[in-house]
């Protein structure tokens, strides 16, 4: 029987790149592809698959809340994250809503095929740099005699979302738009955030943010 796959990617070429090489694979069967979160929920109900290949920043519904309710709502689908970013916020975002793995998309397509492998035989696949980003950070928190941080405590996936692209210097326009949600929106998790860290400026919500290791200063 071969593995069905729904391939969620906004971006139509690498959508179809990525689609073309997985129906090579005679053991591959790509039942639906989506461009953003809502459609791939909608499509997982309709065709059942076994597999879902889940890009995390898109409009509508991110890659998050789309696993989430997925996974959710299909009995055993697995879903393996393809993204680009690799971002602790994201990584452990995606982690947290159930995903079995995480590759980044500047890797060859011969990892990504290792890693459908993997997690259809119930392990749990992260790429080379991703698993260096997590075991640095898990030491950095040694270091600091904190094994966890005060924001994954007391904000939501969405607020650390949004406070890890506020502190990347992303503005509230744009964050709205990878998000798909509003502006106002935005200002309002904005807001939260602030409330809840007790945080007065966007200086300062970067500084956390570069503390407790939810975004990279520049190179």
Avoid: W
């Avoid at 953003?36 to 290949?53: C, E, F, M, S």
């Amino acid at each position: 029987m071969k593995l069905r796959v729904l391939l969620v990617e906004d971006h139509a070429l690498v959508r179809q790149g990525i689609g073309n090489l997985l129906r090579q694979d005679p053991e591959i069967k790509v039942v639906g592809e989506a461009d953003n979160g809502n459609t791939a929920a909608t499509l997982a109900r309709q065709t059942k698959p076994d597999l879902v290949i889940m890009d995390v920043v898109m409009p509508d519904m991110n890659g998050v809340e789309a696993a989430r309710q997925i996974i959710r709502e299909n009995a055993g689908v697995k879903v393996l994250a393809l993204s680009m970013y690799d971002s602790k916020a994201y990584i452990s975002q995606m982690i947290e809503a159930g995903v079995v793995g995480y590759v980044l998309k500047t890797s060859a397509f011969d990892e990504l095929s290792r890693a459908i492998g993997a997690v259809m035989n119930g392990e749990i696949f992260l790429c080379s740099s991703i698993t260096s980003i997590i075991v640095k950070d898990y030491l950095a928190r040694l270091r600091r005699g904190s094994s966890a941080s005060v924001a994954s405590a007391v904000l939501s996936a969405r607020e650390q979302e949004v406070l890890s692209m506020i502190s990347d210097g992303s503005s509230g326009t744009e964050i709205a738009r990878k998000l798909g949600v509003s502006a106002k929106t935005i200002e309002s998790h904005r807001l939260h955030i602030m409330n809840k860290l007790k945080i007065r400026s966007v200086a300062g919500l970067t500084k956390y943010a570069l503390r407790e290791g939810l975004t990279s200063p520049d190179p």
